[in-house]
Each structure stands twice: as structure tokens, then as C-alpha cells.
């Protein structure tokens, strides 16, 4: 099956600017997270998808952030504006609805806000 | 919430030695304990888990055990190779929530 896919890979922006994140799960799987590892820390969950349902957004760190899953498929992630302790590498999950700790990851997008 | 700590932050062994990575969780709820390998500028990957069920789970040169009791479990390589030079993160689930916690990972270097 194919992985799942995000992009872009790298981003550099400037402080204030606006950053939109996208993943695409492996087709069929109805859970999808995102998470963020600041340089050299945890990587943080920030929130979760059902389908098209935010099941849980309890990560994310304010309001700058905004996700959506229009029609249960793909994802994106907006940071706007962003500012510098944004910077870190985003990383996609997805899982099938039964396993829903069943994760494959997303190679990760690494933001650096400037 | 859950809260999961790793130590060491960085470990350096020489190729056939062996690796232990250590991790301890705080929710007594939490019942599955994945590790995972990141290589550099590649995706994390599961390479093992294990469920609260069991104190040990082996495969080939790895092997997680789990301490319930004292919330703590350790990854295990043994005749490491260079190959296995990787970040190491440990997790474990969030008691009801369907999430993930992650602990703040391990960058494992084996020396030819």
C-alpha cells in the first residue's frame, strides 16, 4: 500500500507570515494525527482526526493553528502567523479505524520560521 | 495526562555491544508501549510493541520488556550494528485517549 505522503518536505518562512501543511493518509485509514518534534524534544501530539471529525485537538498550542479534513481524506495544517518557536518538524500518522494505534508515519515536514 | 520520559538522550557503543534504552510512564491506565526508529531524514517506524499482558517480547536482536509495576519499560539491541544507528523514540498510549505519548527519543550511534 502506498505510505503516507507530506508536503512539502521543508519550509522556511518568515515570522508572521502563513504556512499550509498538507498530509495524505493511506487510503482507507480513518484516523489521522499530526504531530510536532521541537529540535531535540518529545514529539508532541497535537491533534487527532475521525474521518472528517476533530476527535481530539487537546495538542494544539493556540490558536495560530488551524487543521481540516474536508471529506475524511487528506489533511492540512495552517499556521498563520507564524512565529519562531513554530519551527520544528511536523509529522502525519494514520491508522485504520480498528488498530487506531496502528501508526505509519509521514516522513515529516520541517518547518523554520525565521 | 500520560508523561513519558528516555534516557539516555545519546548513546554510543561499539558495533557488536549491546544497547539498553530505558523509559517510564506515569498513567497506570497506559497498556501498549510501541518503539520506534527514525533514520536520518526518514519516517519513524515501528520496530517493536509490546501490551501491558506481557513483561517480555523478543524479535530477532530486540527485545522490549515491561515493568507494570514500576511503570517502566527498555528496549533492548543486542550484536548492534552499524545499520541500527538510528533516533529511538519510546511511547505509550494515553490511557483512554487515542493518542500516542512519545518520550523525547534517543540518538543511538554504533562505532565500527
Known amino acids: 500500500e502506498a505510505g503516507v505522503t507530506q508536503f512539502p518536505s521543508h519550509s522556511v518562512i518568515e515570522k508572521g507570515q502563513t504556512v499550509t501543511l498538507r498530509c495524505d493518509p493511506i487510503?482507507?485509514?480513518?484516523?489521522l494525527y499530526w504531530y510536532r518534534r521541537v529540535m531535540g524534544k518529545e514529539i508532541k501530539f497535537l491533534l487527532h482526526?475521525?474521518?472528517?471529525?476533530?476527535?481530539?485537538e487537546s495538542g494544539m498550542p493556540n490558536n495560530r493553528f488551524l487543521a481540516e479534513r474536508t471529506g475524511g481524506t487528506y489533511s492540512t495544517l495552517k499556521v498563520q502567523p507564524a512565529e519562531l518557536e513554530d519551527s520544528g518538524v511536523y509529522f502525519c500518522?494514520?491508522?485504520?479505524?480498528?488498530?487506531?494505534?496502528?501508526?505509519?508515519f509521514g516522513s515529516g515536514t520541517r518547518l523554520t520560521v525565521v | 495526562g500520560e508523561n513519558v520520559e528516555q534516557h539516555p538522550s545519546t548513546l554510543s557503543v561499539q558495533e557488536g555491544d549491546s544497547a539498553v534504552i530505558k523509559c517510564t510512564y506515569s498513567?497506570?491506565?497506559?497498556?501498549?508501549f510501541p518503539w520506534y526508529k527514525q533514520e536520518l531524514g526518514k519516517r519513524p517506524q515501528l520496530i517493536i510493541d509490546?501490551?501491558?499482558?506481557?513483561g517480555e517480547k523478543k524479535d530477532q536482536r530486540i527485545a522490549v520488556t515491561l515493568n507494570k509495576t514500576a511503570k517502566h519499560f527498555s528496549l533492548h539491541i543486542t550484536e548492534t550494528q552499524p545499520e541500527d544507528s538510528a533516533v529511538y523514540f519510546c511511547?505509550?498510549?494515553?490511557?483512554?485517549?487515542?493518542?500516542?505519548?512519545f518520550g523525547s527519543g534517543t540518538q543511538l550511534t554504533v562505532l565500527p
Open positions: 487510503s482507507g485509514h480513518d484516523n
Open positions: 509490546i501490551r501491558s499482558n506481557v
Open positions: 511511547a505509550a498510549n494515553a490511557g483512554s485517549a487515542r493518542q500516542l505519548t
Open positions: 500518522a494514520s491508522s485504520r479505524a480498528t488498530d487506531y494505534y496502528g501508526y505509519t
Open positions: 482526526f475521525v474521518k472528517e471529525s476533530k476527535q481530539d
Open positions: 498513567d497506570s491506565a497506559s497498556n501498549y
